[in-house]
């Protein structure tokens, strides 16, 4: 009996120090946890991104923005680490899922007007009146890419000269719109507002005052400037007429006295 006594005694201290050996190793692995947890929290901070497309012109809302965990050593310039920064800012770029929102990359409304908020530090906004055709028959939207080519008469002449005269530049409304919308259907607009530096924004007012300008349609990805000859019109062929002649001269000279004398064929 005593001995039963005895075993019984043993096995429950044994399961006694097992459950304490479980604890312990549990509060182990929790505190393991949790300092774990506290030295990647110590190496990342929170970023408002995008949590859907937000467009071009846009006023940014609740919905289409969160925060997520990302490295404080990686963390871009610019970038907001609370949602109530960004509510209500407009974006100035087209920002896609995921994507940090930057301060560079939005305007407050609060501060600047709608398009003016749009327009890039030392940049202007002039608008070129235009139609179907000078308009890329509809298809230019906010955010497009564009070439000027001016056309101007040539003075005395029913000719015309034409030549790029900018490259690449931003369009920045159609119209009164400044967001290129969901369906990029094409548009038959009047007004294209442009986005040019101040010595662009002369020319280009220049040559409208010149002339006539149209708009070409180019890749965003194409960053090139072509060397394009300007085209000026072809130059009239003079036909020189020579007088019917009479006769030749000869000259005599006799000492110091020179005669001229005219003789035929």
């Not at 050996?21 to 509060?27: D, E, H, P, T, Y």
């Not at 110590?42 to 846009?58: D, N, Y």
């Not at 090139?224 to 020189?240: D, N, S």
């Amino acid at each position: 009996m005593a001995s039963k006594r005895n075993s019984i005694m043993f096995f429950g201290l044994a399961i006694a120090l097992g459950l304490v050996a479980a604890f312990m190793a549990q509060r182990w692995a929790q505190q393991r946890l949790v300092d774990a947890q506290a030295q990647v929290a110590s190496t990342q901070t929170r970023v408002v991104v995008a949590a859907g497309v937000i467009e071009f012109g846009k006023r940014i809302e609740e919905a289409s923005i969160k925060q997520v965990a990302w490295p404080i050593d990686a963390q871009p310039e610019g970038a907001f680490h609370d949602t109530g920064q960004v509510v209500g800012m407009v974006s100035k770029y087209h920002i896609l899922p995921g994507e940090p929102v930057l301060a560079a990359r939005v305007a407050d409304p609060k501060t600047s007007p709608l398009l003016a908020g749009l327009i890039e530090p030392n940049k202007r906004a002039v608008a070129v009146r235009v139609d179907d055709v000078v308009g890329v028959a509809g298809f230019l939207l906010p955010g497009s890419r564009v070439d000027v080519v001016a056309s101007k008469p040539v003075e005395k002449s029913q000719e015309y000269s034409t030549k790029t005269i900018l490259h690449n530049l931003k369009v920045l409304a159609v119209d009164q719109t400044a967001s290129a919308g969901s369906e990029e259907r094409p548009v038959v607009v009047r007004a294209v507002t442009l986005e040019v530096d101040p010595a662009q924004a002369e020319l280009l007012v220049k040559a409208t005052s010149e002339g006539s300008v149209q708009l070409a349609l180019r890749n965003p990805e194409d960053q090139a400037i072509p060397q394009v000859a300007e085209v000026k019109p072809e130059a009239k062929r003079v036909v020189v007429r020579r007088a019917p002649s009479t006769g030749s001269q000869v000259t005599i000279i006799r000492g110091t006295q020179v005669n001229t004398q005219k003789t035929r064929r």
